[in-house]
């Protein structure tokens, strides 16, 4: 195709921004490719999910829910065969593979007596189950995706702003945390890396003869701390899965220095993935995995308690000769005491 040939087209068939705006989107949902049961299903069933999940919105703006107040679809198999493009068989195939995996389930209704007539099935479309790390991941994918968009308009707007350093695309990811699910972080570039060395190794400066600079270098390494900190609890959605009382605490801990935060942060979460990992069951402590908001904000509250309690003994009590193993062994016992709490009141269950 030569280069006229491309210019028509683009004339004729290119998007205008109007055109964007215009259009109507099927929304996939991201879990069905993040969840080690969802993602096995056929791509066909997955098809048929976000149709359904369409539907499910033009039910409850049609009032389609019962006396629970749980939305319900009404559907022939006919119209999912034409709005999809797919058979009959792979549809009621799909449908059928939904049901096993509890992501669909169907109500019978039949014949009514008392009216006399024949009353169609009911479909209900069932909420996921997720979870810490499934939760993690979407949050992940959904925050890369609006940020490469961002790095579009940067990137953009490059020519005009050639020589500014950008901190926002520092990348630092918990090293532990990427051995675990290596594909959902991102790497630091090679050039990224050396510059926060570059700006780190001026911490190890001895000796200068112009205290004016010494005092600029040290501003610039706390506030380049401050940033990656920032950076960090952005790009691993702390806030999210642990709630901002912990994560302040972690920061007050820190003293604005990123290796400390950094160290503080992995005796945190090794604690409590040690105490998860001895009793087999996941710390209720994100609400989306949990539908007892009282019982997550009660985790969250206790943990940061014992947390900002540790801190202060860490730096005050010096009757305590190996704290990595006292700090590690309290958050532990903490996270056992509430995981027990969690058995006895039956928040699994719910």
Not at 108 to 132: A, D, E, I, W
Request: net charge positive; glycine share 2%.
């Amino acid at each position: 195709m030569n280069e006229k040939e491309v210019e028509s087209l683009v004339e004729k068939q290119g998007y205008s921004n109007s055109d964007i705006y215009a259009e109507l989107y099927y929304q996939y949902p991201i879990f069905l490719n993040v969840n080690e049961k969802y993602k096995k299903m056929k791509l066909s069933s997955k098809l048929v999910y976000m149709l359904l999940k369409d539907r499910n919105r033009l039910s409850l703006k049609n009032n389609l829910y019962d006396e629970n107040q749980k939305i319900f679809l009404i559907f022939e198999i006919k119209n999912l065969v034409e709005i999809s493009g797919m058979s009959k068989n792979t549809i009621l195939s799909a449908l059928d593979e939904l049901q096993k995996v509890k992501l669909l389930v169907k109500r019978k209704n039949g014949f009514n007596k008392s009216k006399m007539q024949m009353f169609p099935n009911f479909y209900y479309l069932l909420k996921p189950v997720l979870c810490k790390d499934d939760v993690y991941k979407i949050n992940k994918i959904t925050h890369q995706e609006n940020r490469q968009k961002n790095l579009i308009v940067q990137n953009l707007n490059y020519g005009t702003n050639q020589y500014s350093v950008d901190s926002s695309k520092f990348e630092l990811c918990d090293t532990s945390m990427k051995t675990r699910d290596k594909n959902n972080f991102a790497d630091s570039s090679k050039n990224e890396l050396e510059l926060y060395k570059s700006y780190k190794d001026s911490k190890d400066i001895k000796e200068s003869h112009n205290d004016d600079l010494l005092e600029s270098l040290s501003t610039k390494n706390n506030k380049l701390d401050e940033e990656l900190i920032e950076t960090f609890i952005e790009e691993n959605l702390l806030k999210q899965i642990w709630g901002e009382s912990i994560v302040n605490c972690l920061k007050l801990a820190s003293n604005s220095d990123y290796r400390q935060f950094d160290n503080w942060y992995k005796k945190f979460k090794y604690a409590i993935r040690s105490a998860e990992k001895e009793q087999k069951i996941q710390l209720k402590i994100i609400y989306e995995i949990c539908n007892n908001k009282y019982f997550v904000d009660h985790v969250r509250e206790q943990l940061s308690m014992t947390l900002r309690d540790l801190i202060r003994r860490a730096k005050t009590d010096h009757r305590i000769k190996q704290k990595d193993d006292y700090i590690f062994a309290s958050l532990k016992n903490k996270a056992l005491e509430l995981i027990e709490l969690q058995i006895s009141e039956g928040i699994d269950k719910q």
